[in-house]
């Protein structure tokens, strides 16, 4: 699985994921978090942002050959929960 994702190369995925990333830290549901404090808020900060990161850092895995396909898998998942910690905390979250 290290040839390239709707013939374009993990690499530049990588890239592309780092924008929204970089976005995601810009631009966040200030709202929703400005009632809430501790461990709820930094997910609705930061859950988003890290979500594209770990699947940049997936995508460059993925781009070094098939050495890199495990921990791309284990980046993935851990994508996915922060993710999911994201929407769980978003959902939640009363304004």
Known sequence: M?????????SIWGVV??????????F?????AASTSGL???VLRWGHALCWLLLAAAAFALATGPGGLSAAGVLGLA???SYLAFVYALVTTRN
Do not use: E, K
């Open 2 to 10: 290290t040839g390239p994702l709707l013939g374009i190369p993990y």
């Open 17 to 26: 994921c780092l924008a929204f990333s970089a976005l995601w830290a810009v």
């Open 28 to 32: 966040w549901p200030a709202d929703r």
């Open 40 to 42: 709820r808020r930094l």
């Open 79 to 81: 994508a996915l929960a």
